[in-house]
């Protein structure tokens, strides 16, 4: 059995994981961990959520799954108002997708179905930013960064896209001007042939855990404008107050034409996505040749996964919006905690961003050492690259906090004594 980005056999063998609880994963042999990760940053209200765990045992006395193709059910109907009424207008229309690089691909669909409805078929590639991550799929291995990303592998099979260097390091900078310029020239000079733009807002995630300033996602705003192209903004990572802000486009006052949700959308509980856009592009599409959007996974909108996102939803906006106290104080736990890892040898930065902590190192983690030293501390951490991590549950309290700051420094240190 495969794991994911792993050979056969297995490198390293995966922990057993019994149930989990809060902030705790329980291994087989007893072990309690605190999760650092939340399962690939979905679990922000953390395991075994009462109100989590109710929704879904009443959506089972009702129906688990029904095909979307010419039926539909009210938790559907319902999350779907609840995503237009939570992200920026005007966003107004919602596909369900069953995972997040798919939601990736149905932008991309969108996006170039929509360019077909106002005659312009021949605008077929996408303009992005290196150091980016869209998904495994295909067409979002497409968008990936071509370094980083899986491009070498696949050479001459994925589609081209044009790709703008990263945008220029940290939340606070003001808009590096020669990178503007460079990307204005580059679209410029590919603006005939482009349909859009993709970007992630704010936070580039598993393409590297790096943070821009808004000012880069307003300048993306404006070319797209300029240039007749529409903007696509992969809020998968970002979505659900992770930054600070409830989409991180907020941060920059911008609102994209298309926009992909994912991983927080059911709190961790199962695989949901959605792709939104405006009624604009929803229009385009629609009389289009196709007369309509050409996507329908067999198991769109299930009914479960519906439910369960519209409670994690309510228990991310009761009490006014509860989310924002738990982010910031999240991250000042995170700054006050890493701020050690500053002290450690071959730590090439520390850097936090709403309940994102990050320590870059100045070469590759050794994932074995790291890992197994946040371990006896009784922290789950899973690095890559040359990252060590944390996305915590927004519940995570002060204590458990610091346990897993100390963690992430103390595998930073593991670390540097193998390298
Ligand atoms: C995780 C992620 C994806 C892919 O989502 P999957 O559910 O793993 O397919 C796409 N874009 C971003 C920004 C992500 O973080």
Redesign the pocket.
């Given at each position: 059995m495969w794991h994911p980005y792993a050979p056969l056999p297995a490198a390293l063998p995966p922990l057993p994981v019994l149930s989990a609880s809060g902030v705790r994963l329980e291994l087989a042999d007893g072990a309690q961990l605190i999760d650092g990760m939340s399962s690939?940053?979905c679990a922000i209200h953390g395991y075994r959520h009462p109100a989590l765990d109710e929704a879904i045992q009443r959506q089972l006395r009702d129906v688990a799954h029904v095909m979307f193709g010419g039926l539909t059910h009210e938790p559907g109907v319902r999350l779907a108002q609840r995503l237009i009424e939570l992200t920026p207008a005007p966003l107004s229309k919602v596909f369900f997708a069953d995972?997040?690089?798919?939601?990736?691909e149905v932008a991309v669909k969108m996006c170039l179905q929509a360019q077909m409805g106002a005659g312009h078929g021949s605008r077929s590639r996408l303009l992005t930013v290196r150091g980016?991550?869209?998904?495994?799929?295909f067409g979002?291995m497409a968008l990936c960064d071509p370094v980083n990303g899986m491009h070498h592998i696949f050479d001459g099979i994925l589609r081209s896209h044009v790709f703008a260097p990263r945008p220029p390091d940290g939340f606070d900078a003001p808009l590096d001007e020669e990178w503007a310029g460079g990307v204005q020239a580059l679209l410029t000079r590919h603006s005939e042939e482009l349909a859009g733009v993709i970007l992630?807002p704010i936070v580039?995630?598993?393409?590297g855990m790096r943070f821009h300033s808004p000012a880069c996602v307003r300048l993306m705003r404006q070319l797209c404008d300029e240039h007749g192209l529409l903007l696509i903004l992969?809020?998968?990572?970002?979505g659900f107050g992770r930054t600070g802000a409830l989409f991180a486009c907020e941060h920059a006052g911008v609102s994209p034409d298309i926009m992909?949700l994912?991983?927080a959308l059911t709190g961790g509980y199962l695989?949901l996505?959605a792709t939104l856009c405006t009624t604009a592009v929803a229009e385009a599409i629609s009389v289009g040749q196709a007369k309509a959007l050409m996507h329908g996974p067999t198991f769109m909108g299930n009914p479960l996964a519906c439910a369960v996102a519209l409670a994690s939803i309510e228990q991310l906006t009761e009490v006014g919006d509860s989310w924002r106290e738990q982010v910031a104080r999240i991250e000042a736990g995170l700054r006050e905690g890493l701020e050690r890892a500053w002290d450690v040898n071959g730590v090439r930065d520390v850097r936090v961003l709403g309940a994102i902590g990050v320590i870059e190192l100045e070469h590759e983690v050794e994932i074995a050492a790291a890992t197994a030293a946040a371990v006896r501390r009784g922290v789950w951490l899973r690095p890559f690259r040359n990252l060590i991590y944390t996305m915590p549950a927004y519940v995570m309290n002060e204590e458990d906090l610091a346990s897993v700051a100390a963690a992430a420094v103390e595998a930073a240190r593991a670390s540097a004594q193998l390298s």
């Open positions: 690939w940053w995972s997040g690089s798919v939601a990736v980016g991550y869209h998904g495994d799929t979002a992630e580039q995630g598993a393409g992969d809020e998968i990572a970002t992909c994912g991983k695989t996505a």
